[in-house]
């Protein structure tokens, strides 16, 4: 048993050997073969191989079918698309500036009021009274004031007419200084009794404001965001009446960024499709010249009319702000692609080779895509681009022209 293992190890080594030693044998004649050739043929017959070789492959290289699409460049209206809301062009809280009981009934929020109508009235209290004290004591300052002035006149009459007897020889300086002294202090008393005048006449003006403060009115045409105070309801300096909206004209509030900012101006065309699908249009009324410093975008407003109040605040608006119109094209989505270099463009069919030409787009629509960058004519290949690079043999086929 020890022996047989033995011969066949042997046998197995020997065959394994001869495997080896047979490649070994046929690679060492191919390379002898190869290198005799090479030592031994004409290096001009090689060229001139290789040269029908290529001339070979150039010809029989096959055309790629693709799609072309013939474009012209036309007159494109550019714009930028903000997201926003509706806002209230004018919202007021009315509040009371006197105290005081409410005597008026309330009115319903919702209701369209006028300008300079009465949304709560307070009671009058004792503010009529101290109106009419105020009169009283500005007719008694009055006739006090005028006193005073004939005092004034009188003794200024008397110190004139001791300088007279002074000048003749009859009268003294002492009499006249007196004179003067007296026409002074008459004159200081007039200017006291002018500035007591002039605090009854403050005094009334105090009393005929608070007398007028409890009528609360509206301050513009408006409708009422919240019911005005109830009958009965005592009210300070400074509580509520009523919350009230101007949305006639409305605007419409957006924000944009700091690289589309630059391209908006007041006055601009705007309009806006509203959440339910109504449209608006009006003009860009301002531009924000400080950013929001978490978001870094400029407040847009644009004003619209709301003449029926169907535009509510704070709904969702689509705002498309107009811009200058730029020419461009109008292409599939799926026309375009990259080259080698990541760079976004189209290929063009010029002489049945294709060509890569970058572009840049202008804005989406429902139809494609805008782009510019392309000559005023082009034949844009649509279908086929991805399978063919600059240079490329094509065999187009048209579509209509566009």
């Given at each position: 048993m020890r022996f047989s293992s033995i011969i066949i190890a042997i046998i197995v080594c020997a065959g394994i050997a001869g495997f080896i030693f047979r490649n070994d044998i046929k690679a060492l004649i191919s390379t002898s073969s190869s290198n005799y050739v090479e030592k031994n043929e004409d290096p001009a017959k090689i060229e001139n191989s290789s040269k029908e070789i290529k001339d070979f492959n150039k010809n029989t290289q096959k055309s790629v079918s693709v799609l072309v699409q013939k474009s012209n460049e036309q007159e494109v209206t550019n714009g930028i698309l903000l997201r926003g809301q509706t806002e209230a062009f004018k919202s007021v809280q009315v509040k009371a500036e006197t105290y005081g009981s409410v005597i008026s009934q309330p009115i319903r929020k919702g209701t369209f009021v006028k300008n300079g109508e009465l949304l709560c009235e307070l009671e009058v209290g004792t503010k009529s009274d101290v109106l009419s004290e105020a009169k009283e004591a500005l007719a008694l300052s009055n006739d006090e004031l005028q006193a005073s002035i004939?005092?004034?006149?009188?003794?200024i009459q008397a110190a004139e007419r001791q300088k007279s007897l002074l000048k003749r020889g009859v009268g003294t300086e002492a009499a006249v200084e007196a004179a003067q002294l007296s026409a002074s202090s008459a004159e200081t008393q007039s200017l006291s009794k002018r500035q007591a005048v002039a605090n009854v006449e403050a005094r009334i003006n105090r009393a005929t404001t608070e007398l007028n403060n409890t009528?609360?009115?509206?301050?513009?045409?408006?409708?009422?965001?919240?019911?005005?105070?109830?009958?009965?309801?005592?009210?300070?300096?400074?509580?509520?009446?009523?919350?009230?909206?101007?949305?006639?004209?409305?605007k419409l509030v957006g924000y944009a960024t700091e690289t589309q900012v630059s391209r908006i101006e007041v006055g601009t065309?705007?309009?806006?499709?509203?959440?339910?699908?109504?449209?608006?249009?009006?003009?860009?009324?301002?531009?924000?010249?400080s950013a929001d410093p978490t978001t870094r975008t400029f407040l847009v407003e644009t004003t619209v009319s709301n003449a029926d109040y169907n535009i509510r605040e704070g709904s969702t608006a689509d705002i498309y702000i107009s811009l200058a119109g730029v020419k461009g094209h109008l292409l599939p989505q799926s026309s375009l692609t990259l080259n080698s270099s990541g760079e976004l463009g189209v290929r063009v069919a010029i002489n049945n080779k294709a060509k890569f030409?970058?572009?840049?787009?202008?804005?989406?629509?429902e139809e494609g895509i805008w782009v510019t960058g392309l000559p005023n004519s082009a034949e844009v290949i649509v279908v086929g681009q991805e399978y063919v690079t600059d240079n490329s043999n094509i065999k187009v086929s048209y579509k209509d022209a566009k």
């Open positions: 004939n005092q004034y006149q009188l003794r009528k609360i009115i509206a301050p513009f045409d408006g409708l009422l965001e919240t019911d005005t105070a109830e009958y009965g309801d005592f009210m300070q300096t400074g509580a509520l009446c009523g919350t009230l909206l101007s949305l006639n004209p409305i065309n705007a309009g806006a499709k509203l959440i339910n699908g109504d449209t608006v249009s009006g003009n860009v009324s301002f531009i924000s010249r030409i970058p572009i840049q787009i202008i804005r989406d629509a």
